[in-house]
């Protein structure tokens, strides 16, 4: 009898562990600013495919944006450069890094003052049909 109810409180918990874990999830997400006049920003972020499948980052925009793109930073003849990719996979299980000099989110011709603000909205769309909203901090350097 102790052992069917251990039994029983474990699958409790395996099952409230599993509700509770986002299907993609989206850490440490944050767009540096400079200066008052910066035209171009870039958003990083942390992202992580926890289904049982490989997942496509396959839209990205931002009403805060005119143009977002996902864009890879590489070096090449010694000078850094960076290219428009199309989309990301997010293979099953794993977490994707985006961050300075590897593949980050491009945002250019702001519709608001992003300096002035203290975040902005990212929406994400992905290859299963979800989408998520994500708040991007804005960070400022230190007074
Ligand atoms: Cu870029």
């Not at 977002?68 to 070096?75: E, G, P």
């Amino acid at each position: 009898m102790k052992k069917i109810q251990l039994l029983f409180i474990l699958l409790i918990f395996y099952f409230m562990n599993a509700c509770s874990k986002a299907e993609i999830e989206i850490e440490n997400a944050y767009t540096p600013v400079r200066t008052e006049n910066q035209r171009m920003f870039a958003a990083y972020f942390d992202i992580t495919n926890n289904t049982n499948e490989a997942i496509k980052l396959t839209g990205i925009k931002s009403s805060s944006f005119n143009s977002v793109m996902l864009h890879q930073s590489s070096i090449v003849d010694g000078m850094a450069t960076m290219r428009h990719i199309e989309s990301l996979t997010l293979p099953t299980k794993q977490q994707v890094k985006l961050e300075p000099n590897g593949k980050h989110v491009m945002l250019m011709s702001a519709k608001e003052d992003i300096w002035e603000k203290e975040s902005f909205i990212l929406t994400l769309e992905f290859s299963n049909g979800s989408s998520i909203d994500k708040n991007i901090l804005i960070k400022k350097p230190k007074k």
